[in-house]
Nanobody, 124 residues
Framework: QVQLVESGGGLVQAGASLRLSCVFS????????MGWFRQAPGKDREFVAA????????RYADSVKGRFTSSRDNAKSTAYLEMNSLKPEETAVYYC?????????????????WGQGTQVTVSS
């Protein structure tokens, strides 16, 4: 049984940084690509970032490129999302997700497993 547990969310001011962590268990972590998504109140869940099983070629939503960094430590079965220069409009619940797929990592439908989410609130 795969489980994903996010942590690291919180309340920060605009311009601040946060690092989210996602601990994976239940299957070999290195077999899965990891994605990050977010959902603001009243809005659809949207893609933020993804990283392949090898850690190469992370991909990002245009809105976060240059500010967010996706990484992973396969030895610790953990994925990370470093978020810098946060904006109030990025207030949302952030979710990590795992997929055995290698393509279309920006697509919600490709992911098999999801964490419970962690709240990120950015005040102006």
């Amino acid at each position: 049984q795969v489980q994903l547990v996010e942590s690291g969310g919180g309340l920060v001011q605009a311009g601040a940084s946060l690092r989210l962590s996602c601990v994976f268990s239940g299957r070999p972590f290195s077999s899965y690509a990891m994605g990050w998504f977010r959902q603001a109140p009243g809005k659809d869940r949207e893609f933020v970032a993804a990283i392949s099983w090898s850690g190469r070629n992370p991909r990002y939503a245009d809105s976060v490129k240059g500010r967010f960094t996706s990484s992973r430590d396969n030895a610790k079965s953990t994925a990370y999302l470093e978020m810098n220069s946060l904006k109030p409009e990025e207030t949302a619940v952030y979710y990590c997700a795992a997929t055995i797929q290698v393509d279309d990592l920006d697509s919600i439908g490709e992911y098999d497993y999801w964490g419970q989410g962690t709240q990120v609130t950015v005040s102006s």
